[in-house]
């Protein structure tokens, strides 16, 4: 088994020059981008998922850049080798080059990432381009782009007639020529997932895109059924972890309710010396 290199944007690039499907999964806290970056992830995305799959939201709208800022950080003490995107949230880009570009600095000065992700086309390729002349590195995504939901209708497929298919081709060519280095497709139709992915020069990441693109993402709740709030077609699972968790603590909660737990090897002892001379204490001084 060859090492693992230290993932960047050079390496990212060259993977669809090569044909090496690129897998990225998500990663919101410290144990999980440990479990991703161990199990091979060359990707993890600090996605504002977050705010629905920890925080409880029912939206990402709610994130904040300051709760990205707090798990990107948790997730970039564990990675090492895993590259580290973390998402813009909502609002947080939108208006003027300079709040782009501290909010983006502030997710990489701060919260340690190597490169940000920004929602939207061809509305967006100016501050992709201020980011990239800045020194950073911009994942771009199109098609569902979850902070637009309420404006979309919903959670939809995009791209299913001409006209929009052909917007999503113009929007990923004008993030390519802004400068990002990657792009994310979510819930594309398979064909025109896979028409975009030759088309640019750059990988395209999909998620409910199908096969054709250079690599894929999926949410770290959804793949290992960890009490995600949803499961979308597009996710395969491929671990039940959040049964054997609610398992496990069932089991800790019925042993403590039949008082079975704790049991003798998991208490501490004194010497009998000094709690008889305890107790002797405490007697006197109640007389």
């Given amino acids: 088994m060859k090492e693992r290199k230290v993932m960047n944007v ?7 020059v090569e044909a090496e499907p690129i897998a990225m999964v998500t990663a919101y806290d410290y144990p999980s981008a440990k479990l991703a970056e161990q199990a091979g992830a060359d990707m993890l995305l600090v996605g504002d998922s977050l705010g629905m ?12 850049i300051d709760e990205m800022v707090h798990h990107t950080k948790a ?38 990432a190597k490169a940000v992700k920004m929602e939207g086309g061809r509305e967006i390729a100016p501050l992709v381009e201020a980011c990239v002349q800045g020194g ?30 052909k917007k999503l081709v113009r929007d990923a060519q004008a993030l390519e020529q802004a400068g990002a280095f ?3 497709l979510e819930m594309v139709p398979e064909e025109l997932a896979t028409h975009i992915s030759a088309t640019v020069s750059i990988p395209t990441i999909g998620i409910g895109a199908g096969k054709g693109c250079d690599g894929q993402v999926l949410v770290f709740h959804d793949l290992l059924q960890y009490a995600s709030p949803v499961s979308p077609r597009f996710v395969k699972h491929y671990a039940n972890v959040g049964e054997k968790i609610q398992e496990g603590i069932h089991g800790y909660v019925q042993e403590v309710k039949n008082r079975q737990f ?9 010497d009998a010396k000094v709690i008889n001379a305890l107790t002797k204490q405490e007697g006197s001084t109640q007389k």
Avoid at 10 to 16: G, Q, R, S, T, V
Avoid at 53 to 64: A, E, F, K, Q
Avoid at 91 to 107: D, I, P, Q
């Fill in 10 to 16: 050079a390496h990212i690039k060259n993977m669809k």
């Fill in 53 to 64: 799959v920890v925080l409880g939201y029912d939206s990402t709208i709610p994130v904040t």
């Fill in 75 to 112: 997730v970039s003490r564990a990675a090492n080798k895993s590259y580290v995107v973390a998402d813009l949230p909502f609002m947080s880009y939108y208006g003027s080059v300079e709040k782009t570009l501290t909010n983006a600095a502030k997710l990489m000065q701060v919260g340690q």
């Fill in 136 to 165: 950073i590195p911009v994942m771009g995504h199109i098609g569902l782009t979850p902070q637009a939901v309420n404006q979309l209708g919903g959670y939809k497929v995009q791209g299913r007639t001409v006209k929009d298919a």
């Fill in 182 to 184: 990657s792009i994310v």
């Fill in 262 to 270: 704790p049991e003798e090897k998991h208490a501490y002892r004194m």
